[in-house]
Structures are given as C-alpha cells and as structure tokens.
C-alpha cells in the first residue's frame, strides 16, 4: 500500500463548477496534511495546510481532514481556467512529507 | 533571498560524469529537504537536513548519492557515476517549522545523456 495515494486523473471540471480532490493515506501517526499546487514545468506551491479534523477554508479552497478514516479532501469552488494545474496531497509523517503522485486537474471553459 | 534558490535551473551531463546541484534556502529556515520528481510522478524524498547534519538520509537511492549541508545553510546534492536513470527534476524545500509546509525551489532538471 502507497503511503500517500491518489487519484491520477486527469478530472475535468466545467468552469464556475466545484472540483473535488481526494487523498488517502497510510501512517495513523500521521501529524499533518498539506495540498500543494504544481503548474506545468513549475515546483510545486503550498496552497492549504490542515492538521486538526474538520474543514479549513482560504478563500475558494476548502480542505477536509478525517483522521478516523484516513482521508484528506481539497475542494475548489467556483473553478477557474486557472485552477488547472495538478494537486499534489502531501502528509507529514516521522520528520518529512510524503507526497501522493498528484491529480490532474482541468477546468473547462 | 526571498525565495528558495537552486541552481543550475537545467544540467545536461553524459552517462558517468560527476553533477552537483545547489540549493540556496530561505534565510533562517533551519531545516532543508531534497525531492526527486519524475515525469507524472510526485516529488520523492531523498535526504532531510536539519542544520548541518543530515537527520533522515533514507531517501537517496544508492551510494553514487550523497547531500552536505556545511554551515547549516547552503546545500549540495552530489551525484558521481550518473546514469540515465537520475534523469528528473531535483527539487529542493525548506522552512522552519517542522511539520508546517516548506517552500519549493524551481528546481533542477537533470538530463543523463
């Protein structure tokens, strides 16, 4: 079993809709969880962090945490053309993060 | 710097040659990572350092490997006898509070011909 897994996509979003992103992992000891951001040719950039249960939201982005199950979500509400990029789940467990291997995302215009 | 600085952005060496790529962090950020990223994949560990000492060196592949991190600041990944298959993108991250995100440098792409 993958520490960190991912749906690879690619997932096509209408514009104006909501894109839902989903990550599961592995390490119960797990502490901390991270969505990053990862534009074609370009490093990925930390876009949410979460580390209790529960929802955290910055703007359009809203990330879900469910320890009991194992499972972190980003949503991005009212997608735009320049949300297309791929998301990379990222969890800290025993001093590094663990990366998933990212979902493409496009919005459609 | 403002940002995390790696150089150089792109490296083309031949099959057995010796490469270093360097890594210029955030200033006081004392912890530095290096990630490997691969063509569709996500960036894989190699080696975390915290200050000068390398803290989790799990990561690196093989012996032909190897990262310092002198004065607690500056990074160097090393890699001797390369073969086409270190062909990636080297990524290096760092930040300060363990467990709190890092920031991404641009990135090294390394090509083995």
């Known amino acids: 079993q993958k520490e960190v897994e991912q749906n690879s996509g690619p997932l096509s979003v209408p514009e104006g809709a909501i894109a839902s992103l989903n990550c599961t992992y592995s390490?119960?000891?797990?502490?901390?969880f991270f969505w990053y951001r990862q534009y074609s040719g370009k490093s990925p950039e930390l876009i949410m962090s979460i580390y209790s249960n529960g929802d955290k939201e910055d703007g359009r982005f809203t990330a879900q945490l469910n320890k009991a199950s194992q499972y972190v979500s980003l949503l991005i509400r009212d997608s735009q053309p320049s949300d297309s990029a791929t998301y990379l789940c990222?969890?800290?467990?025993?001093?590094?993060?663990?990366f998933g291997t990212g979902t493409r995302l496009t919005i459609i215009p | 710097g403002a940002g995390v600085s790696q150089t150089p952005s792109n490296k083309v060496t031949e099959k057995g040659k010796y490469v270093e790529l360097r890594c210029d962090p955030i200033?006081?950020?004392?912890?530095l990572y290096w990630y490997r990223q691969s063509l569709g994949q996500g960036p894989e560990f190699l080696i975390y350092f915290q200050g000068t000492g390398a803290a989790d060196d799990s990561g690196l592949p093989n012996d032909r490997f190897f990262a310092v991190r002198p004065e607690g600041s500056v990074s160097t990944l090393k890699i001797q006898r390369t073969e086409r298959g270190d062909s990636a993108v080297y990524l290096c991250?760092?930040?300060?509070?363990?467990?709190?995100?890092?920031?991404f440098g641009s990135g090294t792409r390394l090509t083995v011909v």
């Open positions: 390490d119960r000891g797990s502490q901390s």
């Open positions: 200033s006081g950020h004392t912890a």
């Open positions: 990222a969890v800290f467990t025993k001093e590094k993060l663990t």
């Open positions: 991250a760092s930040g300060n509070d363990r467990g709190r995100g890092y920031t």
